[in-house]
């Protein structure tokens, strides 16, 4: 093996050994014995590449990812497929927001936020008096730009935090409609809050919210007049960090479990309140998902 490929490697799997979630469960030694006689007589950082992959496995979190250099060019880019953020007002005085995951650069994410802000002005005509939160097609992303968006209807306050291996919290918070990660901005403007930010809220999950959509899901457990319908989430509900490596690859780690505002952490699918099994897109020409939850909205105070 080539310098230049044991030292890319070992950055990686060291990167794992030191950052990983469920870094304590694996035997490391075990692994780098592994990953070194796999790579063999690798000579460039691209013959490691299933070696890390395989490494990576070993993490059993079901999240973590490599993307070499081309894949990490075309997440990052500014050219992105995704469907759009959908805004309109339902009978009864009801709005309802579809949320999608969104990656991309800073410019994605800025046009992502201005769609999604114009479509809850959309859906708050008049003046609604609870929400529908749509988050089955939600498949995750960056999640900052996601709450930028649900903020003004999430309201004031904590409604999360990132816990590490280690124990240690890392609080989301909403302030003036915007997010913030310890209390710092994550870099959205402020945007009033919708209802008061207490409006009730019917939150929409099925097996396709996944990462970023599962912490949403998260940051409106725990809130007050607030219920969730359809289908266990994906059961990803983790935090990620990106490394990059030498050649512009990016190890993408999962570091963190995502907490709801009560405290509870979560590292695996989560469960509705009321399950509903959603034939949207299999079949059915109905949303028994939406109905359920516009049904307990026009039972809840200012809507019934």
Known sequence: MSDEARSYLSTALT???????????????????TAFTEAGSAQRPGDTYRTIEVALNSLGDGHSAFYDPKRSKELHGDEQIRNP??????????GYLSLPGVQGSEKVF??????????????DRPNACGWVIDLRRNRGGNMWPMLAVVGPILGDGDVGSFVDADGKKTVWSIEKGSPRLDGDSTG?????????????????TSRSTASSGEAVTVAFRGR???RSFGEDTTGVPTGNVGHRL??????????????????RAYDSAIPPDQPVVDNLGRGGSRDPVLD?????????PGCA
């Open 15 to 33: 990167l794992m050994e030191n950052k990983a979630l469920h870094r304590d469960d694996v035997d490391w030694d075990e692994v780098r014995r």
């Open 85 to 94: 953020v959908e805004g309109r007002a339902l009978s009864g005085r009801m």
């Open 110 to 123: 800025q046009q992502y936020v201005r769609e999604g802000r114009d479509a809850v002005a959309k859906a």
């Open 188 to 204: 959205w403007g402020t945007s009033p809050p919708v209802g008061g930010g207490s409006a009730p809220v019917a939150v929409l």
């Open 224 to 226: 007050p007049d607030t």
């Open 246 to 263: 030498s050649d512009g690859a990016i190890l993408n780690l999962t570091e963190v479990m995502d907490a709801d505002r009560t405290g």
């Open 292 to 300: 359920a939850a516009t049904e307990w909205l026009s039972g809840q």
